[in-house]
């Protein structure tokens, strides 16, 4: 490989793992798995290695975690969060090739590290790698001033309000009466309270979360503390950044404080003095970790004496003191038997893997999901193949690459298109890829698959709330004809109901129910939630209507702004939103650089004039929609997905149905803030608020007294902000507020506003 070959092989990883930083640190989702992702970064930085003069400090091998979120508020750390520095286990054929122990890599890193201390009189601590988001708290003379995300290792998300919610979190610590100390840790979800969570998100008609990291992650980064209270998120301390008027000369002595100040620590922790210790250690915890309560893939390794900390200092990205060594993740090889292709309640295709059963990581695993046709593309999967299995964070089953050594002579390579004929597997209606897209989908809104998954979305916990419409009810619903639309829902009659017949359910032992009655009890319970819900409000129901890329946030958004469905029909501010996107794309794919570019100058200027109107076009309708300041969920795609809903003929068969059961879904949140219509009373009409601290009373009271008052509730203090009410405990947003010259009120100021 010569450098241009190289250089090209490394931008093409860079931008890679630039993506699936983007996706694990912003968004906390994920497309490949842990050892994928290393597999590129080792890729990387031995290119890297090999070809000095293309080292980039802004290369992902250079980067410290992922970038702060704009949504929230910024802290500086006082000590940099820095990563720690990977070290992994030899694959099997590193092994078998070269005659080493799988822990090589790691015994090669203390022989470094004895030379770098040039002191035999220094021990190890080693502990879990837990799965899971590290965060680190600030407490000042006892009290807790902030919380926050490692962000880019320098400055983190403020995610005060979200870690109170945690409940082994104290806001005050009794033996820390003087100074500041920041504790650092590692916020997870347990095994078991994930799968719960998953489930509840899957009855409720919610997208799945991959694995327990990216659920904590997704949770950590929500606006809204009343939903991270509702998760079951834990945390363990590990280790300490700031720390004044306390010195702990080793981590065994921050360990003793832990228990001391009864915080929570993990129970597994070896201190070590020799490599035959380390290795015995790191065999111990391979076998202990599989019976862990949480998602571990590797030790945690330190040295214990702080006074070599300083020493050994540092490098951009890690510790020269810590490490962390990974086991290879546990594979198995079985046979791809089939491909099948679930529907949606989007009408979104999923191929899913069945496989010839294989015990792994504890559980027997006869599925995995193969995400979509690129995916299946990439790794070059087929049916008859032999599939290497692996456990991501040792709960979700993926099909890691294929053993083409076993592949049969005779196999094909796989097409979503190609496999079903071009039709839905449910249906037999045409299936699609939109532009934009890489998921293909159905085209018939009436597709039993997809009203089966229709019916439980709508009857979900966050829609319309429909007490014993699970899925195996909508699926009888759907085979016997009974539903053609979810809004036939209240045409049931609760007699038939109650008798209706389900359909055997699989059980976790594997075998078959028998099947089963509905019952009076439930029937009953169905039947009153369906009157219910006929006074729900307008975002309710425009979420439970499964509109393709319109989600929770952007339903709230829509009736804040609209009053009732028939305004959101005959929108002029949805109208003037999708102009906005249309031209906003068209000046994306048409920059000035690349008009000024085009030989031919008449074809040149006109296209710089059309570029320049555009300009000013989107100037213009942003006047227009800046009094509304209408969140970024509500954007083009979403505006433009909700008005083709509503003219399509499933759209239209919704309002006709509506109207037919005469409901009329109204805002509870309506508040548009329009600078040319400001009514009496709505005296803090278009303020912006921050609430923060320990209260009176819940937050949610204030929020809907502000709101019903003309104010919007924010999550971040900004130079936008107007007041910020504050309560006890207040913390970094205060502090800034204060900076900002905010109005910052109490709760006694916030009742004398009021009544003036």
């Given at each position: ?6 250089n ?5 990883l860079?931008?890679l793992l630039?993506?699936?930083n ?5 968004k ?10 290393d ?7 031995m ?5 000095p ?5 802004k290369?992902?091998?250079k980067m410290?975690?992922g970038s ?6 910024q802290?500086?750390h006082?000590?940099?969060m820095l990563s720690?520095?990977?070290i992994?286990?030899?694959k ?10 799988p822990?090589?890599?790691?015994t090669?890193?203390y022989?470094?590290l004895i ?9 190890l ?19 807790i ?7 880019d290792?320098?400055?983190g998300?403020d ?6 919610t945690i409940?082994?979190?104290p806001?005050e610590?009794?033996?820390l ?7 650092r840790?590692?916020?997870?979800m347990?095994?078991?309270d994930f799968?719960?969570l ?5 009855k409720?008609?919610?997208t ?6 990216n659920?904590t ?10 939903i991270?209270s ?17 010195k702990?000369s080793?981590?065994?002595?921050f ?7 009864k915080?929570p620590?993990?129970?597994w ?5 020799d490599?035959k210790?380390?290795t015995?250690?790191?065999?111990e ?7 862990f309560p949480?998602?571990?893939?590797g ?22 003191w ?15 038997k ?5 529907v949606g309640?989007?009408?979104v295709?999923t191929?899913?893997?069945?496989l ?9 695993v ?26 991501s964070?040792?709960?979700i ?12 002579s005779d ?10 004929g071009g ?7 045409k299936i699609v ?7 293909w ?9 997809l ?12 829609m319309?709330d429909l007490d ?13 004809k009974i539903i ?7 045409e049931?009659?609760?007699?038939k109901l109650a008798?209706?017949e ?21 029937a ?19 979420f ?6 319109f989600g929770e946030?952007a ?5 804040r702004?609209h ?11 949805i ?6 996107w249309?031209?906003?794309?068209w000046?994306?794919?048409n920059?000035l ?6 030989k ?5 200027e006109k296209n710089i004039?059309?570029y ?9 309708i ?6 509304y ?8 795609v ?20 509506l ?7 109204k ?23 921050v ?6 009373k819940p ?6 007294t ?14 936008n ?7 006890n405990k207040?913390g970094?947003k ?7 010259n905010v109005?910052i ?5 916030f009742?004398i506003l009021?009544?003036?």
């Amino acid at each position: 490989m010569n450098t241009n070959e190289a250089n090209l092989k490394i931008n093409e990883l860079r931008k890679l793992l630039l993506y699936h930083n983007k996706l694990y640190y912003d968004k906390g989702t994920q497309e490949i798995n842990d050892s994928e992702y290393d597999e590129l970064m080792i890729e990387l930085r031995m290119l890297e290695n090999m070809y000095p003069s293309l080292v980039d400090d802004k290369s992902p091998s250079k980067m410290v975690g992922g970038s702060p979120l704009k949504e929230f508020s910024q802290v500086v750390h006082p000590v940099k969060m820095l990563s720690i520095e990977d070290i992994h286990e030899l694959k099997e054929e590193e092994i078998n090739s070269k005659g080493l122990s799988p822990e090589s890599n790691l015994t090669e890193w203390y022989h470094k590290l004895i030379s770098s201390i040039n002191d035999l009189d220094f021990s190890l601590t080693v502990e879990p790698k837990i799965d899971g988001v590290a965060v680190t708290i600030l407490y000042e003379n006892g009290t807790i001033q902030y919380a926050a995300t490692r962000g880019d290792g320098s400055t983190g998300d403020d995610i005060t309000q979200n870690i109170l919610t945690i409940e082994s979190i104290p806001s005050e610590i009794k033996n820390l009466n003087e100074g500041k100390v920041e504790l650092r840790g590692e916020v997870y979800m347990a095994n078991k309270d994930f799968e719960r969570l998953n489930e509840s998100r899957e009855k409720n008609g919610e997208t799945k979360f991959i694995n327990p990291r990216n659920a904590t992650a997704g949770t950590l980064k929500q606006l809204d503390p009343n939903i991270v209270s509702k998760r079951p998120l834990k945390l363990i301390f590990h280790s300490f950044g700031l720390v004044e008027n306390n010195k702990f000369s080793k981590l065994q002595d921050f360990r003793q404080f832990l228990i001391e100040s009864k915080l929570p620590f993990d129970s597994w922790y070896r201190v070590i003095k020799d490599e035959k210790n380390l290795t015995k250690c790191i065999r111990e915890l391979n076998h202990d970790r599989h019976t862990f309560p949480y998602a571990t893939d590797g030790a945690v390794i330190k040295v214990n004496e702080t006074k070599h900390h300083d020493r050994l200092g540092q490098t951009s990205r890690f510790p020269k003191w810590a490490c962390a060594y990974k086991y290879k993740p546990e594979q198995g090889q079985t046979k791809l038997k089939a491909i099948t292709i679930q529907v949606g309640r989007t009408g979104v295709l999923t191929p899913v893997a069945e496989l010839e059963p294989i015990f792994i990581s504890g559980t027997t695993v006869s599925r995995a999901t193969l995400h979509n046709d690129d995916e299946i593309r990439r790794k070059d999967i087929r049916i008859g193949d032999t599939v290497i299995i692996e456990k991501s964070g040792e709960i979700i089953p993926a099909i890691i690459k294929v053993n083409k050594e076993k592949r049969p002579s005779d196999t094909k390579p796989f097409n979503i298109y190609d496999f079903l004929g071009g039709i839905c597997p449910s249906c037999d209606s045409k299936i699609v890829k939109e532009d934009g897209f890489i998921s293909w989908k159905c085209t018939n809104g009436s597709c039993p698959a997809l009203l089966a998954t229709s019916l439980t979305h709508f009857a979900g916990r966050k829609m319309l709330d429909l007490d014993g419409l699970g899925s195996s009810l909508a699926e009888t619903l759907v085979t016997n004809k009974i539903i053609k639309h979810p809004l036939e829902l209240f045409e049931l009659d609760e007699e038939k109901l109650a008798n209706l017949e389900l359909a055997p359910a699989n059980l976790a032992s594997g075998q078959i129910s028998k099947p089963r009655r509905f019952g009076e009890k439930k029937a009953k319970k169905l039947i009153q939630s369906l009157i219910r819900a006929k006074e729900l409000p307008l975002s309710k129901w425009l979420f439970a209507m499964g509109i393709h890329n319109f989600g929770e946030s952007a339903a709230n958004e829509c009736s804040r702004l609209h009053n009732n469905l028939s305004e959101i029909i005959n929108s002029k501010l949805i109208e003037k939103i999708i102009q906005r996107w249309n031209i906003e794309e068209w000046i994306k794919s048409n920059s000035l650089k690349k008009i000024k570019s085009i030989k031919e100058e008449t074809n040149r200027e006109k296209n710089i004039t059309t570029y320049n109107s555009n300009r000013q076009q989107v100037d213009d309708i942003n006047k227009i929609l800046g009094p509304y300041n209408i969140a970024s969920e509500l954007g083009g795609v979403a505006c433009k997905s909700l008005i083709a809903f509503f003219n399509s003929v499933n759209g239209k068969f919704t309002l006709e149905k509506l109207d037919k059961h005469n409901i009329e879904p109204k805002s509870d949140n309506y508040n548009p803030i329009n600078s040319l219509v400001v009514s009496d009373d709505k005296k803090l009409h278009g303020s912006s608020w921050v609430i923060t601290g320990t209260l009176t009373k819940p937050r949610e009271h204030y929020k809907k007294t502000i709101e019903e008052l003309g104010g919007k509730v924010v999550n971040s203090v900004s130079k936008n902000t107007n007041y910020l009410l504050a309560g006890n405990k207040a913390g970094s947003k205060l502090s800034k507020a204060e900076k900002l010259n905010v109005n910052i009120l109490n709760e006694e100021d916030f009742l004398i506003l009021l009544t003036q």
